[in-house]
């Protein structure tokens, strides 16, 4: 079936540190793929995607780039902020057997940024 | 403009009793999915509709758990009789599906229930 695999946390790091969130998939078929954030009692947003191989999604200093040979979309950002601090999920989105589109998330990684 | 809408924020109730949980999706969406966050299990898809018709509920856990979506404006979540294993965050999201992929969902902040 179709899966996910991200990078367990939690994570914490530095203010302006670089930030890598490791994101692996699993799919019969050709997904879209989707970083969404969720930062404290609030429901998830999405934060950047892609839709074929090589392209690279970005926002708000955030980029991952489609890997078609290698199965990933890692999140990558240069230098982060304490804003920053939320929990990151992975998604991928293909049509189901009912006909439909289907997002299957990751586990979610919950990222910690300290002053 | 609003946003997705759910209601009630925080639910404690008791084992056997009744719980619904409503949501309004944004104006002009067609799709409205149903979730659950846990730890131990994370994100689950419960439900889903498309023209307010359910499409997919394989991720009901059971039949306590029961799902409507009586209009385009309105749906429920409804678990009877709630068990304390039932305790989660429930995730309201809706999309505007006008082509395939667009994977863009757009959540409510949650309903949390405890279930004693």
């Known amino acids: 079936g179709n899966s996910v695999t991200q990078m367990e946390g939690p994570v914490t790091l530095s203010e302006e540190a670089f930030l890598t969130i490791n994101c692996t998939y699993t799919?019969?078929?050709?997904?879209?793929l989707f970083w969404y954030v969720q930062y404290p009692g609030e429901g998830l947003q999405l934060l950047l995607k892609?839709?074929?191989?090589?392209d690279k999604g970005s926002n708000k200093g955030f980029e991952a780039t489609y890997r078609k040979e290698t199965t990933s979309f890692h999140l990558e950002k240069g230098s982060v902020q304490v804003s920053d601090s939320a929990v990151y999920f992975c998604?991928?989105?293909?049509?189901?057997?009912?006909?439909?589109?289907?997002?299957?998330f990751g586990t979610g990684t919950r990222l910690t940024i300290i002053p | 403009d609003a946003g997705v809408i759910q209601s009630p924020r925080h639910e404690v109730t008791e084992m056997g009793q009744e719980v619904t949980l409503r949501c309004k999706p944004i104006?002009?969406?067609?799709?409205l999915f149903w979730y659950r966050q846990t730890m131990m299990r994370g994100l689950e898809l419960l439900i889903y509709?498309?023209?307010?018709?359910?499409?997919?509920d394989s991720g009901m856990p059971e039949d306590r758990f029961s799902a409507k979506m009586p209009n385009a404006s309105f749906s429920t979540l409804k678990i009877q009789p709630s068990e304390p294993r039932d305790s989660a965050v429930y995730f309201c999201?809706?999309?505007?599906?006008?082509?395939?992929?667009?994977?863009?969902?757009?959540f409510g902040e949650g309903s949390r229930l405890t279930v004693l």
């Open positions: 799919a019969t078929g050709y997904p879209s």
């Open positions: 999201a809706s999309s505007l599906r006008t082509r395939p992929n667009t994977g863009e969902l757009f």
């Open positions: 998604a991928l989105s293909l049509i189901s057997n009912f006909g439909n589109e289907k997002l299957t």
């Open positions: 104006s002009g969406h067609n799709s």
């Open positions: 892609a839709t074929k191989a090589d």
């Open positions: 509709f498309n023209n307010n018709v359910p499409i997919d």
